[in-house]
């Protein structure tokens, strides 16, 4: 476990420095710049082929959409699928910290977004720049009740889900909660998730099982996520690009 109280893959890079500061600048630096993380081409690509033309219906007469950015950090994926803005706007966008505070990029559909992450620095950012309207800040393995309880009541509500690269870090039985929630709703709703190449792959791997058993699939994409840090070359030799494996689910009936 890292100090954040994070479960991680030991043989993974922990970013915990990053994840608790104010601004994005660090991550963008240390993470967009220093190991070319590249993902979120691939995951607005996917997004728009997937998702967005269901959306675009729904939100046609002006109704918004519910969007949940769940294990959220600073809110680059949704700025990549809402706002369809890409790794170099994202890093641009990101080049310091005032500059940060100002989303260079309008939202591509009408949408209240909910960002639920560990960090409670990370969503002040958010909301202050306006990516996400509302924050839930939670460790989501061991929530307090009423936290869990505000959790899958969001779940529960929203139409468009989307957890990037992030579910390797809870438990089974958290993301059984998670998913049961996103569930329960009545009609058509989708989710966008990641899978990471080569960590944790039989965690990856009972995910989907779990996803299988609640929603349809869609489609899926398999893209670069980032380069491997030094640590990670070592621990799996021969490796230079952590590798991502993205899926479209929809919710049933």
């Known amino acids: 476990m890292s100090d954040s109280g994070v479960k991680t893959d030991e043989k993974k890079q922990h970013f915990d420095d990053i994840y608790v500061a104010d601004s994005p600048v660090p991550f963008k630096e240390q993470i967009l710049d220093a190991l070319d993380y590249v993902s979120d081409n691939f ?21 918004p959409v519910n969007f949940v950015d769940l294990c959220a950090c600073f809110g680059n994926t949704t700025m990549a699928t809402l706002y369809g803005m890409d790794f170099e706007a994202i890093r641009h966008n990101w080049r310091d910290p005032d500059a940060a505070l100002n989303i260079e990029a309008e939202r591509r559909f009408p949408a209240r977004v909910t960002g639920i992450d560990i960090s409670g620095s990370a969503l002040a950012y958010g909301k202050q720049a306006g990516i996400y309207d509302e924050t839930i800040e939670a460790d989501l393995n061991v929530p307090p009740a009423e936290t869990q309880q505000a959790v899958e009541r969001t779940m529960a509500e929203a139409d468009v889900v989307i957890s990037t690269a992030a579910l390797v870090y809870l438990e089974p039985e958290a993301i059984e909660k998670i998913l049961d929630a996103f569930a329960s709703k009545q009609g058509e709703g989708y989710m966008l998730v990641n899978f990471l190449n080569p960590f944790a792959l039989e965690k990856a791997d009972a995910t989907k099982r779990m996803l299988l058993e609640r929603f349809e699939f869609v489609g899926s994409m398999a893209s670069r996520h980032r380069r491997m840090s030094q640590l990670e070359q070592e621990n799996y030799p021969g490796e230079e690009w952590s590798l991502l494996e993205i899926w479209v689910l929809r919710r049933r009936g």
């Open 43 to 63: 995951n607005r690509q996917t997004f728009d082929r997937l998702i967005l033309p269901w959306v675009e219906k729904q939100t046609a007469g002006g109704q």
